[in-house]
């Protein structure tokens, strides 16, 4: 999906921008902003999809969830996110003890994007 990519990677530049823009504009009022970005989640979806992929091969789940892992890249923890862990690291960005963040990016993909 080259064409995709360059109109999707525009999308996370703006909205990052457009984050930090508006953690200036409303954190004064007491108002926070986080940004969440998960990379592959194992949602329904995605395991119905693994098992769709890994069928075609000739395969399992397994065979699917290799087949997108090693399309992404690779995934260094080496399995995707789990819904919950995302939501724990939603509830504690809307916790009282996350108080002083503000204008942060939260990367939850079990370092699939590198960061160097």
């Known amino acids: 999906m080259p064409g995709a990519t360059t109109a999707y990677a525009a999308a996370k530049a703006a909205l990052s921008t457009y984050s930090k823009?508006?953690?200036?504009?409303?954190?004064?009022?007491?108002?926070r902003v986080a940004r969440v970005s998960p990379g592959w989640i194992e949602t329904e979806a995605?395991?119905?999809?693994?098992?769709?992929?890994?069928?075609?091969?000739?395969?399992?789940a397994t065979v699917g969830k290799r087949m997108i892992m090693e399309s992404l890249g690779g995934i260094p923890?080496?399995?995707?996110?789990?819904?919950?862990?995302?939501?724990?690291?939603?509830?504690?960005?809307?916790?009282?003890?996350?108080?002083s963040i503000t204008g942060s990016e939260f990367v939850i993909d079990g370092g699939t994007i590198p960061t160097v």
């Open 21 to 31: 823009s508006l953690s200036k504009e409303v954190s004064p009022q007491g108002v």
């Open 46 to 60: 995605a395991v119905h999809l693994a098992e769709r992929l890994g069928a075609e091969q000739g395969g399992d």
């Open 77 to 99: 923890i080496g399995r995707p996110s789990k819904p919950e862990e995302v939501a724990s690291l939603i509830a504690f960005l809307a916790s009282d003890r996350a108080g």
